[in-house]
Each structure stands twice: as structure tokens, then as C-alpha cells.
Nanobody, 123 residues
């Protein structure tokens, strides 16, 4: 069974930094695009960032551009989200996600999801 496992969440003060990691198990995602979504309390799940399988193409939501950086290390089969200058509005559960290779819904939606990791930013 395919699983995406996130780690690195936690609580920080505004202006602080966190790095999230996503390590798939059950199969390799080296040839898959991957990305991050988040869901704030009482809201729907929103796209945050995505990266191509090779790592040379990245996309970001306007709300995180210039503060978040998505990257991947295919040798380690791991994806990262470096989050700097965090704001209280970044508080959410962050999900690692990946699409099937021929999906036409990416990055609006994904086919594989992690269980999520909580990020809390206090003012």
C-alpha cells in the first residue's frame, strides 16, 4: 500500500521557520510530480506548492511566494517544504500529495495523500 509520510510540523512564533519532509513508502515517487496542500481550521484544502519529478519546475500559491521553497532529493526519495517568515495565517494541517502520472487534475487535486502534519504559528 502506498503511503506518504510527513514530518517536521510544530509550533513557532511569527517570523520563524520550519521545514517539512515527505517520505513515501510502499513505492518510489522519483518519477512523480509532488506537492504540498494545507487545510486551515474551518476551511477547505488549498494548494501550497508543487514540484516536477526532476525538481526543475516549481509552482507556488501567491500567499507563500517568496517565503516557502519546495525541493526534492530523489536519491533519498524525499520532498521538502522550507517555510520562512511564517505568519499566523499559515497555521494549518499540511499534506504531502502526488498525482497519478497521467492526471489532468494536478495541481488542483491529487491521487495520493499523506496523513498531514500540524503547523501552528503564533503572533
Amino acid at each position: 500500500q502506498v503511503q506518504l509520510v510527513e514530518s517536521g510540523g510544530g509550533s513557532v512564533q511569527a517570523g520563524g521557520s520550519l521545514r517539512l519532509s515527505c517520505a513515501p513508502s510502499g513505492r518510489t515517487f522519483r518519477t512523480y510530480a509532488m506537492g504540498w496542500f494545507r487545510q486551515a481550521p474551518g476551511k477547505g484544502r488549498d494548494f501550497v506548492a508543487a514540484i516536477s519529478w526532476s525538481g526543475d519546475i516549481t509552482y507556488y500559491a501567491d500567499s507563500v511566494k517568496g517565503r516557502f521553497t519546495i525541493s526534492r532529493d530523489n536519491a533519498k526519495n524525499t520532498m521538502y517544504l522550507q517555510m520562512n517568515n511564517l505568519k499566523p495565517e499559515d497555521t494549518a494541517i499540511y499534506y504531502c500529495a502526488a498525482p497519478d502520472p497521467y492526471s489532468n487534475r494536478w495541481p488542483t487535486d491529487a491521487d495520493y495523500w499523506g496523513q498531514g502534519t500540524q503547523v501552528t504559528v503564533s503572533s
